[in-house]
């Protein structure tokens, strides 16, 4: 797989991993859905964002070999916890700010 | 204590865990506030030697015509040429000569040599270095510059020190950040409730926030990079244990030889003999490694009967600095030796290096290594700055803070803020002193410190929110003109490289003005506090605290305030973090 390919769709496999497991956390349900979810849908989401995790590191190693995929991927991780973060709080501002 | 049978097991453990962070939130705060102005100078600058080699060409605009002309993938002539040029006209009267072949991020051949070596003395290290065009072996003429090496050697061996000194500094620290970072995990408790929490507005707690944020979403990366920092010059640090095993100078050769590629210089043989071809070999190492991993050919004793030829791989797409090399006898070109693995432990080693150094790195691993030292440069400017904001809403009287408290507000602006304005005015420098300047390169290191110095200087004679925001108006300033001061002080400014599609020009001006929004933002974000403080005034019951870099906010809510705000703000300190 051609490199860049490979870590912008590591990327954003790790971002919506994040996105999941955010929203299987109550204060980020209530913050960006404005209410709790059931227990069972936080814990589907919990599963499917580590899973989505897992997903980008078997990518990573797949495209780019052991050392160089398990690097790729905990740049991406790293990257995608960022942008997660950062999202939640324009978000987080902009609802406020209404 | 689990043994008192009487005391329930319960609030043992919780009264112990109470004890442990608290230690751990005091081991955090003072090991922070010792070491932490010099890694976060230590992390700024070894964060942007990521971009080492962009650096330095940004500083040498006179050499930008030659990144244009594609660089022939003909590896193997660009070699012979490079061989061609040293025998015949740049050094053919050299013991050694090492030829650096151009690479993606560098289109021209660097070259180096020194004088032969006489039997039983030992090889002197005294060096000639020339930049070569690889498309026709001549010289290039550059300006005397440090460029983006001034800010790699400054992290690792600081300067106007003897470089051993600088060493044991920066590993100090680098010890200290280690113990920082575990003891940070330990007091905050709740990382992954708190994974993508931010209070925005709340003073403290949003500095203590973003300190969290940017420490967890990090830490991966932090750990990494300070663990193998300390191993990057372990042997220096600690080494008897590899004096112990290997006591006799052929072991400790041999030792070396697992390291690294280096090789001792050997003196010639009498007997001349001619050099042979490079090409073929470069072809045969290419077979090996890949087209793009041949990275540079060390010659001995060219011309002579005992002339050899090592050919070493570059350190791209592979997460390993173990050394790569094949040893050729330099007249027959008959292969004698190749590295092609090294010990458990030697490859552990390479490995942990490759990871600080990153020169494995494609582009975007290399971007999110500038980004995550980046981050980690703030995580430790935050955590600075967290203890003014901390300590200032228990002072008895926040008009006329203690000595203490002063020295580190004052600290704080001078290498937070004033760092940065240094760093642009060393940019400033490759660019802007005369040409003919005797001993160029070291001026433009003096317009660093000259430049630094006046920030701290600056930062004693100012109110401490001024200070702020000049300081990082100023850095603003500076990074936004880089572009300007490109356009004027080379053939074509940002336009130019942009239509030339030449991306170390114009990446840098972009990144430039990034950080100009950035820095800005930040002073911007101070005044803007200081505006506010009518406002805060009238709604008593919420102050609003400081959320900017300058955290004159905080200071101004707790002014405003008055009384009840420092009971307040210690209200909203988790438990681990309150110190009573």
């Known amino acids: 797989m051609n490199p860049h390919l490979s870590h912008l769709v590591g990327l954003l496999l790790s971002v919506a991993g994040f996105v999941l497991l955010a929203l299987s956390m109550p204060r980020h349900q209530e913050d960006v859905l404005g209410h709790l979810l059931a227990a069972r849908a936080s814990l589907l989401m919990r599963c499917s964002g580590w899973g989505l995790l897992t997903a980008a590191l078997i990518l990573a190693i797949q495209a780019r070999g052991t050392g160089m995929g398990l690097v790729s991927w905990a740049g991406q991780l790293s990257m995608a916890a960022g942008l997660v973060f950062v999202g939640l709080l324009i978000h987080h501002r902009r609802k406020t700010r209404r | 204590m689990r043994q008192h049978s009487s005391t329930p097991p319960r609030s043992a453990t919780a009264v112990r865990s109470r004890g442990i962070r608290q230690t751990m939130s005091d081991l955090h705060i003072w090991t922070g506030l010792l070491v932490g102005w010099l890694l976060y100078a230590i992390f700024l600058t070894g964060s942007v030697s990521y971009f080492r080699e962009e650096i330095s060409r940004w500083a040498q605009p006179e050499a930008a015509h030659a990144g244009k002309a594609a660089p022939s993938p003909d590896r193997p002539a660009i070699a012979q040429r490079l ?81 051993i000194w600088g060493r044991w500094i ?45 420490s967890v979403l990090g830490l991966p990366f932090h750990l990494m990079i300070t663990y193998t920092g300390l191993v990057t010059l372990m ?71 005992n002339a050899t030829i090592v050919i070493r791989r570059g350190d791209g797409e592979r997460v390993s600095e173990s050394p790569r090399h094949l040893v050729f006898d330099g007249v027959s070109g008959q292969l004698l030796d190749s590295r092609d693995a090294v010990g458990h432990a030697a490859e552990t080693r390479g490995v942990l290096l490759a990871l600080h150094t990153g020169r494995f790195a494609d582009d975007w691993i290399r971007w999110f290594y500038l980004i995550l030292g980046l981050a980690g440069t703030a995580m430790i400017g935050s955590g600075l700055v967290l203890w003014t904001v901390k300590r200032r809403a228990k002072l008895p009287d926040p008009t006329r803070p203690h000595f203490g408290f002063r020295l580190v507000e004052r600290l704080n602006i001078a290498t937070v803020a004033g760092l940065p304005v240094a760093m642009a005015a060393f940019l400033w420098g490759t660019r802007l002193l005369p040409l003919d300047l005797a001993a160029r390169a070291a001026r433009e290191v003096d317009l660093f410190f000259l430049v630094w110095a006046l920030m701290a200087a600056h930062a004693c004679l100012r109110a401490p929110r001024r200070a702020w925001i000049e300081q990082w108006a100023l850095a603003s300033l500076l990074l936004a003109l880089t572009p300007v001061l490109d356009a004027l002080t080379s053939d074509r400014g940002l336009p130019g490289s942009l239509l030339d599609g030449d991306w170390v020009f114009a990446g840098f001006d972009l990144v430039m003005l990034v950080l100009a929004a950035l820095t800005a933002s930040f002073a911007w974000r101070t005044a803007r506090h200081q505006a506010r403080v009518p406002a805060a005034r009238g709604r008593k019951n919420n102050p609003k605290g400081g959320n900017s870099p300058g955290e004159s906010g905080a200071l101004r809510s707790v002014k405003a305030a008055g009384e009840n705000h420092p009971a307040r703000e210690a209200s909203i300190v988790p438990a681990g973090e309150a110190r009573s």
């Not at chain 2, 006591?247 to 030792?255: C, D, F, I, K």
């Not at chain 2, 045969?284 to 060219?302: F, K, M, S, Y």
């Open chain 2, 170 to 214: 920066v590993g100090f620290c680098t010890m200290f950040m280690l113990v920082a970072i575990i003891s940070g995990i330990i007091t905050h408790k709740k990382i992954f409730a708190d994974f993508f929490t931010f209070r925005w507005g709340k003073g403290q707690r949003s500095w203590l926030d973003a300190h969290n944020g940017l």
């Open chain 2, 235 to 305: 042997l220096m640090f600690m080494p008897w244990g590899a004096e112990r095993a290997f006591p006799t100078p052929a072991q400790q050769n041999a030792l070396r030889a697992e390291l690294s590629s280096f090789r001792e210089p050997s003196p010639p043989s009498a007997e001349k003999a001619p050099l042979t071809g490079v090409a073929d070999l470069v072809r045969q190492a290419q077979a090996r490694w890949g087209e793009a991993h041949v990275e540079r050919l060390t010659i001995d004793n060219p011309g002579h009967a």
């Open chain 2, 83 to 163: 061989v061609d040029a040293m025998q015949t006209r740049h050094a053919p009267e050299a013991g050694r000569w090492t030829i650096t072949l151009p690479s993606a991020r560098d289109p021209l051949a660097s070259v180096s040599w020194q004088k032969p070596v006489k039997a039983g003395e030992r090889a002197r290290r005294a060096q000639q270095r020339a930049t070569l065009d690889p498309q026709t072996g001549d010289r290039i003429e550059l300006r005397d510059t440090r460029g983006g090496d001034f800010f790699y050697r400054f992290h690792y061996n600081l300067h106007y020190l003897p470089v």
